[in-house]
């Protein structure tokens, strides 16, 4: 890497508004990258310190979020093939169809299990970390990160979405992800109602064109002066779970340090466009531009093509759920991992197979926060570099530094 050339995130330098629940997510972001770079020994690395906003107890949050981070360096697998050259192999395909999907896993052999006489990859239950033959990192799992407190908070304040589920309910769209059969029926002994809400910034479908306008998505409203009862209630439920949408953010700040930056500098440009886009960037605490959640589903086999990219990691979520039943899974990689209450996995879900099992009798809230990178262009900024981890390692330094001189 030369010094004298810029990078991406050079150009990640304006503050954030601390009247914005960003700030909050900003400061534990700090103190993560912080408390990291000291408990991995990076060089340069000063000691770690938390900013006042963050209680005593939160901060014990984020300290095993990192611990857990540290724990997954120390248990790591390496694939024997690139991310790079795995992605343009996939091209367009979304995963449905099982014989490219074969084709491609013989190319692209996936992890084998240590465990003898066990076939179908490695099936975790530790923090983990997963490069490729490069040294990218391609997945990181974290079991149980969230307390239960923060969980409890979550899963309770969802019943805010419970209107924008209902408008968003099983079959109510022809897309796959509204399908019947990947929803459980029970609906009048369930605390939140099946369906799938979708908050964020994004171009209009089919106008992804230089200069065209950005918008707040619907189940978030466009205009405070106007907003429906659900989307009332979905910029309440934001308020409500700022904790669990900064640990989110912390641990992509962690496993791409850049993606952050880069995120949390296109959210402050976004908000210099318009009144509405500010207004709604007030109360969104998620380093990301978009937010899944989704109600009581299990998740087929896909990938999301039309969301993220190669050089994004999507954080992911579970909350509830059967805790010996519920298993998320990477077939391309070979990786499964028991999915139980408050665990996050990063990974670009882009370019990985991913699916997750039923929960046939505990109800489960699943988030998933991504990025549009078309936000990001549009803000005229560059997509981030893939995070191997010297280079994880440099741009903590260069970042903790930078905060410091605030």
Known sequence: MDPALPQPVDFATSPVDPAWQLAFTDATVCYAQELFASRMAIPGAPGPRASEVLELDFRLEIQHLVNLYVRAHRNKY???????????????????????????????????????????????????????????????????????????????????????????????????RLAGQTYRRDVDSLYLSPGLATLGFLHSTGHKTPGKKIHVGRDLGSSGTNLTRSQQDARRWLTRNTKTAALMSAFSALVSPEQYALAREGLVRLARRSDTLREALESWPFAFTSLAAVSNRSTGVHR??????????????????????????????????????????????????????????????ALAAYMKPTVLLEMGLDMPRLPTIPLVKDLLIRQILAHRRI
């Open 78 to 176: 390496t694939l024997p093939w690139s991310c790079e050259a795995y992605n343009a192999y996939v091209g367009g395909q979304d995963g449905t169809k099982t014989a490219f999907e074969d084709a491609l896993s013989v190319h692209f052999p996936p992890l084998e299990s240590v465990v003898e006489g066990e076939t179908g990859g490695v099936i975790e239950t530790r923090p983990s970390l997963i490069v490729d033959k490069y040294g990218v990192i391609v997945l990181a799992f974290l079991p149980g990160v969230i307390g239960h407190s923060i969980q409890a908070d979550a899963f309770h304040s969802t019943h805010l979405l419970n209107p924008t589920f209902e408008l968003n309910g099983p079959d109510s769209s022809p897309t796959w």
């Open 304 to 365: 999301d093509r039309k969301s993220g990219g190669n050089n994004f990691y999507d954080v992911m979520t579970t909350i509830g759920g059967d805790p010996d039943v519920v298993q998320i899974k990477f077939r391309g990689i070979g990786f499964s991992a028991r999915y139980t209450s408050g665990s996050m996995v990063a990974a670009s879900c882009h370019t990985h197979l991913h699916s997750v099992a039923a929960s046939p009798n505990v109800e489960r809230l």
